[in-house]
């Protein structure tokens, strides 16, 4: 069992986790990966070497999902086979904890299952401003993007099966918002999410933390806003042709039809290769016919809402914007889930298919990692 730590200009806590995370579980352990901390930090680094861990090095800051991807990277091949647990630097994950979630892959592993662990903070109490906003924010973007509720969207504590690993190195992302598209992706890739009650620890009111609220925040929300500069596009482009099409015609009924077929088609090309990322050949035809339906649907609901409104007296340009901000979640999710979702043996991840058989491909904790065994304890 790997512990995977991301660490950028760590303090002296780093040394103390390390030693105590190798005292208790033998099988356990430590791979810290340094993303640029500078040469300041060396002698804590250093430290943490000389207490057992191995540590790669990133000459500059590249971000704490290219930490991840750098360690997960070395682990494949130090250590194929292997489990990971991911942890933060700064000590605000007990070593009960982190065994905990370790507990946890070891008997998802012996009962077959495959799936991604999450440590999960309880934000009641007393919470940093900052820390306490930016989990609210997060955690509301996120159940409003993928679907499905997370307590702790921002939590650094995961249990990953080794399985998890290639599909892992090709969810994008760099710094933080990377841990957000690993949560955003994973039930489409097809791998289930368990989480598991974790103590909430702020040191010194979470100062030690790099997450920007605000700045980081936004960097989580780019799958929404994406598609809501799409929807955006789809909508200016359907009221301007209702306009036109409206004041050529004199049909309502017509006008609408006529328009959402000329903005539905542009928006679902921007939506499957930018929002959604299905840009390739492969299941254009599947996704094509099932956003046919959902525009079918929606085009409907469009002229229900629509006749019921100007019925009601409200202006026609009123009326289309009411429509719209009531379909928009709707639409959302059921393209990230129905149109554009993966099926049965089709991932994100080039080609890569999640084990259903919970073959885990362990191979034992007589594999030892080691400083010299690959090319990127050092990397640019």
């Not at 994950?93 to 012996?110: F, K, S």
């Not at 007296?313 to 979702?341: D, H, M, W």
Request: aromatic residues 8%; neutral net charge; hydrophobic residues 45%.
């Amino acid at each position: 069992m790997i512990i995977l730590i991301p660490a950028y200009q760590p303090g002296r806590a780093l040394i103390d986790i390390v030693t105590a995370l190798l005292d208790r579980d033998a099988d356990i352990e430590v791979l810290i990966v340094d993303d640029g901390s500078g040469p300041e930090y060396a002698e804590t680094l250093c430290a943490a070497r000389d207490a057992g861990a191995v540590v790669l090095h990133h000459e500059v800051n590249r971000g704490k999902g290219v930490a991840l991807k750098t360690g997960f990277a070395y682990v494949r091949h130090a250590a194929p086979g292997e489990d990971v647990v991911t942890a933060d630097a700064d000590g605000q994950h007990t070593t009960t904890d982190v065994t905990r979630i370790v507990d946890e892959l070891r008997t998802d592993a012996a009962e077959g299952h495959v799936a991604l662990v999450l440590g999960s903070r309880d934000f009641t109490g007393t919470v940093p401003v900052r820390s306490r906003f930016g989990n609210a924010v997060s955690r509301g973007l996120f159940r409003i993007a993928a679907g499905w509720p997370a307590s702790d969207t921002q939590t650094g504590l995961r249990g990953i099966p080794a399985v998890m690993l290639p599909w892992l190195m090709e969810v994008p992302g760099e710094r933080f918002e990377y841990e957000t598209e690993m949560l955003l992706r994973v039930r489409r890739a097809g791998f289930d999410v368990r989480e598991v009650a974790i103590e909430t620890i702020y040191l010194e009111q979470n100062a030690s933390s790099h997450f920007r609220p605000v700045v980081d925040s936004l960097r989580i929300t780019i799958p929404l806003m994406l598609f809501a500069g799409s929807s955006f596009l789809a909508f200016f482009i359907d009221a301007v042709a209702l306009l036109v099409f409206s004041s050529l015609t004199g049909s309502l009924v017509f006008s609408i039809v006529a328009a959402r077929l000329l903005s539905a088609s542009m928006n679902f090309l921007v939506n499957r290769r930018v929002v959604f990322r299905r840009g390739g050949r492969s299941h254009a035809l599947r996704h094509a016919a099932r956003y046919a339906l959902l525009a079918g649907v929606l085009l409907a609901s469009n002229v229900v809402w629509m006749e019921a409104l100007v019925g009601m007296g409200l202006p026609l340009l009123v009326a289309k914007i009411f429509t719209e901000g009531v379909l928009f979640i709707t639409s959302y999710q059921v393209q990230r889930r129905f149109v554009f979702g993966a099926s049965t043996g089709e991932t994100e991840g080039k080609g890569f298919i999640p084990s259903k058989s919970g073959h885990r491909n362990n191979i034992g904790a007589s594999t030892r990692l080691k400083s010299d065994t690959h090319p990127l304890e050092r990397t640019s």
